[in-house]
């Protein structure tokens, strides 16, 4: 199966999990799971497989070792 790794929502991108789930149940499972974390996540049915597509916004970026000059 050709899968696409990106997928485009207006300005969003989302990124594949890469994962194939067999049932819509299991797809959704997961996509609870990443929701719960903050995910926003899009999900598709591609050849009797559900794909989930996800992504979140950065909120804070932490920076290691001194300041750049």
Not at 34 to 51: A, P
């Amino acid at each position: 199966m050709d899968v696409e790794n990106i997928q485009y929502e207006g300005n969003s991108k989302f990124i594949w999990d890469g994962e194939f789930y067999d049932s819509h149940k299991d797809a959704d499972d997961k996509k609870i799971e990443y929701e719960g974390n903050e995910f926003e996540v899009r999900m598709f049915e591609q050849e009797g497989k559900h794909l989930l597509y996800t992504r979140r916004e950065v909120k804070e970026i932490i920076l290691d070792g001194s300041t750049p000059v």
